[in-house]
């Protein structure tokens, strides 16, 4: 894609400074075909996997970081159907995705709860046929939309291992939406200096460090494992000395 056709994916200084959703350039990506790049090939997607979702969203950041939001988070909310979901879950909610017809929205962070996933507080349980689902969320990008979002909630108190993600219309009886607009919105709007974009330059690279999970969370996360790993390779070796004694 050409300079001249991403500049079209631009942010409007009026739009930024006013916290909206640019929903005109949420269409111009469907209209491009850009939204079919986030969803399963069988879903009507361009199958260009994790390189080409990359490129494609390393393309428009360099236009605008905060519109290279837009491909992302409705990635982020297919990508639970993409792996786990149903035929019919798909067709329903990731196609109309790339249509450009639903907003995907992924629900993981919680005010108290986030990087770790093991803190979530929201919870399920059996109500009749269906589930039913408490607790609070935050920073949700999309979920003043019309579309769904994947809700993650505990089914058990085993940690992360007690959690299962439900797909929510954002429809649904129950769902509400309070404060600011999405996380989005929030990081184009707040703290902009319309005299001095450098601090929204800065702003847009600093957030990349937190919105999957903050950079102190990640090493701590990654110690963890190469701990477990560690331990798991220490016992092996004593377990084959001590066969061969």
């Not at 184009?188 to 102190?216: C, I, W």
Request: contains cysteine; hydrophobic residues 40%.
């Amino acid at each position: 894609m050409t300079d001249t056709a991403l500049a079209g994916f631009s942010l409007p200084p009026e739009v930024e400074a006013a916290a909206e959703y640019p929903s005109d350039l949420h269409q111009g990506f469907a209209e491009a075909g850009l939204l079919r790049a986030i969803v399963p090939d069988d879903c009507g997607g361009l199958g260009l996997g994790n390189l080409g979702r990359a490129v494609l969203i390393e393309e428009v950041a360099y236009v605008s970081a905060a519109v290279s939001m837009i491909p992302q988070v409705n990635e982020l909310g297919c990508t639970p159907i993409a792996i786990a979901g149903t035929s019919g879950q798909r067709q329903a909610r990731a196609a109309p995705v790339a249509r450009g017809e639903l907003y995907a929205s992924y629900g993981l962070t919680e005010p108290d709860a986030g990087s770790d996933v093991g803190a979530l507080r929201t919870r399920v349980e059996r109500d009749g046929d269906g589930w039913l689902l408490s607790g609070r969320k935050a920073w949700i990008c999309n979920v003043r939309r019309p579309g769904f979002g994947i809700v993650f909630a505990r089914t058990s108190p085993d940690g992360k291992r007690g959690l299962s993600a439900f797909i929510v219309p954002t429809d649904a009886p129950g769902f509400e939406v309070l404060g600011a607009e999405p996380a989005t919105d929030v990081f184009v709007g707040h703290g902009y200096s319309r005299n001095n974009p450098v601090e929204r330059f800065m702003r847009d690279a600093k957030v990349t460090q937190l919105y999957e999970g903050a950079n102190s969370i990640q090493r701590l996360v990654i110690a963890r494992h190469l701990a477990k790993t560690a331990r798991a390779k220490a016992e092996r070796g004593r377990s084959r000395l001590n066969a061969a004694e």
